[in-house]
Nanobody, 119 residues
Framework: QVQLVESGGGSVQAGGSLRLSCAASGYTYSSYCMGWFRQAPGKEREGVAAIDSDGSTSYADSVKGRFTISKDNAKNTLYLQMNSLKPEDTAMYYC?????????????WGQGTQVTVSS
């Protein structure tokens, strides 16, 4: 059974940093595409960043240069380093896994961790 558990959210002031973690279990972690998504109140969920089995990464334009996605296959853990945070980054952040590895169909989701950025 695939399980994804996020942690590391919190409240910070604009310009600050946070690092989110996502502990994965129940599957061959290294072969999956992993991603971070976020959803703010009243808005649709949006993709933030993804990393495939080869380590190739992609980012939403809104976070390029500020966020970094990475993974530690030995620890089965996904990370999202968030720097220069802005109030518009405030959202619930979710990690997700795509078993097919294509980074296009994320079928497994964590419960989310809240990030709040104050101005």
């Amino acid at each position: 059974q695939v399980q994804l558990v996020e942690s590391g959210g919190g409240s910070v002031q604009a310009g600050g940093s946070l690092r989110l973690s996502c502990a994965a279990s129940g599957y061959t972690y290294s072969s999956y595409c992993m991603g971070w998504f976020r959803q703010a109140p009243g808005k649709e969920r949006e993709g933030v960043a993804a990393i495939d089995s080869d380590g190739s990464t992609s980012y939403a334009d809104s976070v390029k240069g500020r966020f970094t996605i990475s993974k530690d296959n030995a620890k089965n853990t996904l990370y999202l380093q968030m720097n220069s945070l802005k109030p518009e980054d405030t959202a619930m952040y979710y990690c997700a896994a795509d078993a097919g590895g294509s980074c296009s169909l994320f079928g497994y989701w964590g419960q989310g961790t809240q990030v709040t950025v104050s101005s």
